[in-house]
């Protein structure tokens, strides 16, 4: 009989719940009681700790804290929540007794590919870590038993394709091998019917991870190095993982079949129901790597680079603090909601509650508490909290929406700090969302405005009597739209967006829009479009979707989308905005994008993208983006979470944002001061211009981890 411990009931002592434990249920010390066992892993093989229960306890408690016990040994193996394993799927975990000798079967060795083999992989962390005069050891390969794995082996195959596996190490400061020898990358379907679709790393002991795809794994492709990203949450934290694979035609056949299976995830319909060309442009939102046509090299953008990086004209900590807000009325029970910026002074105003906050822009960089707009109310006195504001005719209004009267606008006016106006727009129809009339409009006497229900666009004159909608600019369009949200261009034309993640391109108000863009599936929360109409982006909770409306086939090539109808078989390429994998690990928190915007300015041509998500404010270098290289962005961290952000008018380096409880705003005076910069898996890192040219936004605690070798 094996030797077994008891630890005194005052004693604590902790084991780490794995299969090498070989727990299982023991023998009571009388018939009326039960006992679990599991191996002294200090001790000799044959010795084991027991868990002894008392008499009290009942068989369904002692079921229970059983079955616990192997969900926590299916979590640790494959590294995925067990909410909803079958019982059958934890079997695997019952111990038994080993068999004889005699009656062993022999397990068959599959044949795999050492990384001596071939010389097309990644570089291990070691190979980085020379540089910095310092070895980090890379996990020796994953130990796991060689029986089969139920769910991992009899699942549906979607995809298959071989690859090199990789996870982020935090405390390396990179990616680290996961396993030394080539494995299986898969793509199973675990419920047959419900799109219930897993990413699986399958060797020879097992699978590594099964993780589920869903929207929020923020997958990132490259194309240069046949290698896949992406992020999974376990049990709150946020890790980060990496395929590279064996071959392109592998590369390509994952991606295609990982596409296909998240927009099947997303939409709950399968992929055939869709018509060929927009599969084409689901497809295309994909790829990475791509320079945008008609692009032109920016001679010069490295000098300026290089001499916003200099230390000698950096501002120090102490320079960027935020103003001492002692002297600022504490709201309490009250958060800081909506952010909008001055077109024709220095002002920036904050929605708080029922309270706006106005603030001037000082001349070294920072914001200055000006005044407050207390207790916002209707011109009949009834208080509310504004849903939207939007500054109109030259910054001397600001029109405000009232969640409880969806039927009409308010107009403040800004000296007097007070409601002077109710437009009632339409007895039916809701104002949902508002835009200027054009890009600039705002910076003019221009009166008129834009408006939008979930299915209508309108144009909203506040100069006639009666209702303000103005009969002969009204276009209903189908009853289930659910349209989100409008941009205008400087010449009046309309990008609208949907819930449902659809884009449409107006010349004008009153007709049928001219480009209708599929949805890819994640609802779009804001839009903007440049000053010319050539570039739009859309902001969905997890990415940020960047369309060049410029035809570039067929008979109306050269003209944008908004005057023309894209070739069926020539839509634009979509290109997603993400952060790296390792970054959103680095952040440990759910990515939620707050609306994107273009910096802008009369005669200026937009080159940065600023959005935020959590204490996290990230601007994309947009001539870079436009060429093809879609992680050129900057991150600046805030001491709470940001909600809103946007450039100064005409700055394409001020971005002042608005925290959550703080009545102070923040200005982020140098797109190069970042948090932490760019990382690539298996970028080709040539001591050479194209290496000279990632200082833009990369920083030294994370260089590169993986080289691509030829």
Not at 121 to 143: L, M, N, R, Y
Not at 148 to 163: F, S, T
Not at 225 to 241: D, E, F, K, P, V
Not at 619 to 641: N, P
Request: charged share 30%.
């Amino acid at each position: 009989m094996s030797p077994t411990h008891h630890v005194p009931a005052d004693e604590e002592k902790v084991f780490l719940i794995s299969e090498e434990l070989e727990f299982r249920p023991g023998p009571g010390e009388t018939p009326q009681e039960t006992s679990f066992v599991w191996r002294d892993l200090d001790g000799d093989v044959d010795e084991l700790y027991e868990f002894l229960m008392t008499e009290e306890t009942n068989e369904s408690t002692r079921a229970f804290f059983e079955t616990c016990m192997y969900r926590a040994m299916y979590e640790r193996k494959y590294r995925t929540s067990a909410d909803n394993v079958r019982d059958s799927e934890l079997e695997q975990f019952i111990w038994k007794p080993p068999a004889l000798k005699s009656t062993r079967a022999k397990a068959k060795q599959k044949k795999t590919v050492t990384r001596k083999e071939t010389n097309n992989h990644p570089a291990t962390v070691e190979d980085v870590s020379a540089a910095k005069q310092s070895v980090i050891s890379t996990p020796k390969k994953a130990v796991g038993k060689s029986k089969p794995v139920p769910h991992g082996a009899d699942l549906p195959q979607i995809a298959e394709a071989q690859a090199y596996f990789f996870i982020w190490d935090m405390e390396a400061d990179g990616f680290v091998s996961a396993y030394d020898e080539v494995l299986d990358a898969k793509i199973v379907e675990r419920t047959s019917g419900n799109y219930n679709y897993w990413v699986v790393a399958t060797c020879d002991e097992g699978d590594l991870i099964m993780h589920k795809i869903a929207s929020d794994m923020n997958p990132r492709w490259s194309q240069q190095t046949h290698s896949l990203t992406w992020n999974y949450n376990l049990g709150g934290t946020y890790g980060s993982w990496a395929f590279q694979f064996t071959s392109p035609e592998g590369y390509e056949r994952f991606k295609e079949a990982f596409t296909k299976t998240a927009w099947e995830t997303l939409h709950r319909v399968p992929w055939t129901k869709i018509k060929p060309d927009e599969q084409a442009y689901v497809m295309s939102s994909s790829s990475e790597d791509v320079e945008m046509r008609d692009v032109e090299d920016e001679e010069g953008d490295e000098e300026e680079v290089l001499s916003e990086l200099d230390p000698d004209e950096e501002q120090s900590d102490e320079e960027e603090e935020e103003e001492d807000s002692s002297s600022i009325p504490r709201l309490s029970g009250e958060r800081n909601s909506m952010l909008t910026i001055g077109y024709k002074g220095d002002r920036s105003y904050v929605v708080r509650g029922n309270n706006i906050g106005v603030f001037s822009h000082t001349g070294d960089n920072q914001v200055k508490y000006f005044a407050t707009i207390s207790k916002i109310s209707t011109t009949k006195g009834r208080e509310f909290k504004p849903r939207e504001v939007m500054l109109h005719d030259q910054d001397t209004k600001m029109v405000l929406m009232n969640p409880s009267d969806p039927h009409s606008l308010y107009n403040m006016d800004i000296e007097r700090g007070k409601v002077v106006e109710e437009w009632k727009v339409h007895d039916d129809v809701t104002v949902d969302h508002m835009a200027p009339d054009n890009k600039f409009a705002q910076t003019t006497r221009e009166q008129t405005l834009v408006g939008a229900s979930h299915n209508a666009l309108f144009r909203i004159d506040p100069r006639i009597s009666g209702n303000k909608m103005v009969d002969s600019q009204y276009k209903q369009y189908v009853s289930k739209n659910k349209f989100s949200g409008l941009a205008t261009t400087a010449n009046g034309q309309l990008a609208v967006a949907s819930e449902k993640g659809d884009i449409r391109l107006f010349d004008c108000i009153g007709k049928n829009a001219k480009t209708a863009l599929p949805p890819l599936g994640d609802p779009i929360i804001g839009i903007d479009v440049t000053a010319s109409g050539r570039w739009i982006v859309a902001t969905t909770k997890g990415y940020l979707l960047l369309i060049d409306t410029l035809i570039g086939e067929g008979r109306y090539a050269g003209s944008l989308g908004f005057d023309r109808s894209f070739p069926a078989e020539a839509k634009p390429m979509p290109r997603r905005l993400t952060l790296r994998a390792e970054h959103v690990a680095y952040m440990n928190h759910e990515i939620s994008f707050s609306p994107a915007r273009f910096n802008q300015g009369e005669g200026q041509e937009e080159n940065a993208i600023v959005t935020s998500t959590g204490k996290y404010v990230i601007a994309w270098d947009f001539k870079k983006v436009k060429k093809g290289q879609l992680d050129k962005y900057e991150i600046k961290k805030y001491e709470d979470t940001v909600v809103q952000d946007n450039f100064k008018f005409g700055d394409d380096k001020e971005i002042v944002s608005e925290a959550v409880s703080l009545t102070v705003n923040f200005v982020l005076s140098r797109r190069s001061d970042c948090c932490f910069g760019e990382q690539r898996v298996g970028d080709q890192q040539e001591k050479s211009e194209e290496a000279d040219q990632n200082i833009a936004s990369s920083d030294e605690q994370f260089a590169e981890q993986f080289e691509h070798r030829e």
